[in-house]
């Protein structure tokens, strides 16, 4: 049996959300990633979706 393991999920000001923990995610085509400790794009913006890849300072994003 798998032991669950707990996320911790940090909403990081004007950026991305910081997960702490080993996540699989499923993308917009499909397939999935594995990932641990992961930065989410929460501007929309990123080149790299799902993932943060810095854009959001590039274009002043705030929430
Ligand atoms: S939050 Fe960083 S690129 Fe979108």
Redesign the pocket.
Known sequence: MEKESLLKITVLPN??LKVEGKVELTLADGSKKERENPFL??????KNKPF?????AKIG?KD
């Open positions: 950026g991305p794009c929460r501007c929309g913006a990123s943060c890849d810095g854009t959001h994003f």
